[in-house]
């Protein structure tokens, strides 16, 4: 890394092969939980989540994949998506990557779902004081916000979507959001195109951006 940045950050797995497999982690760890219990959240593409679903009775479980979705998931919460405006449909980027996985979640996951859409992250500028705090050292968060708004140039901030998602998956949509029913149909394409239906959860801006950013921040420096 360049100067500024941590050169140790502790770390045991040195290359993607020496980490073990998503899916047979999601089977070893939801297993193990109450039921009704584990909340999911996601901040990318829905691969390994479809993957999980397709999956077979292994030592872990005897169910299969959706079976042990249903059995131990309370709900799902993804950064995912994004209302299109005069119903023109939005491709939003975790959803197009792998689109087929997308349709599969969105279309058969069997527990509610919470979504936090582009438009509210797009919103909510996070980084600038975080990398601004000079007495926060040794953090693998301020490092890489130090990376990516040096990269860009940015001196206002990276937009937060995937901090939305993970802040409502653990205390929940209020006081920060308001939530609306809504159903999507996803395209081959990766379209998300709102049809008629209340399917989803999905996040209505409610705490101001800048009141919400704070929050956000206040976590990312801890």
Excluded: C
């Excluded at 770390?11 to 939980?33: C, F, G, M, P, T």
């Excluded at 206002?156 to 308001?178: C, K, M």
Aim: net charge neutral.
């Amino acid at each position: 890394m360049g100067r500024g940045y941590s050169h140790e950050i502790p770390h045991a797995i040195a290359r993607n092969d020496d980490a073990q497999d998503a899916v047979e982690l999601y089977r070893k760890v939801l297993s193990a939980q109450p039921d009704k219990s584990v909340t999911i959240v996601t901040i990318g593409f829905f691969s390994n989540l479809a993957h999980l679903m397709d999956s077979k009775s292994d030592e872990f479980s005897n169910l299969n994949g959706k079976e042990l979705v249903r059995k131990k998931v309370k709900q799902l919460v993804s950064m995912a998506a994004g209302v299109g405006s005069d119903g023109a449909g939005f491709r939003e980027f975790n959803v197009l990557v792998d689109a087929p996985s997308s349709q599969k979640v969105f279309a058969n996951w069997p527990t509610p779902i919470l979504l936090s859409g582009f438009e509210i992250g797009h919103k909510i500028l996070t980084g600038k004081r975080l990398i601004s705090n000079s007495s926060l050292q040794n953090s693998p968060v301020k490092d890489a916000f130090l990376i990516a708004l040096n990269a860009d140039k940015n001196t206002e901030g990276r937009h937060s979507w995937d901090q939305t998602a993970v802040l409502i998956a653990v205390r929940g949509a209020q006081p920060y959001f308001n939530v609306r029913k809504i159903n999507f149909e996803i395209k081959d394409d990766g379209t998300s195109v709102v049809i008629p239906g209340e399917r989803f959860s999905y996040l209505v801006e409610k705490m101001p951006s800048k009141d919400v950013a704070n929050v956000i921040e206040d976590l990312m420096m801890r």
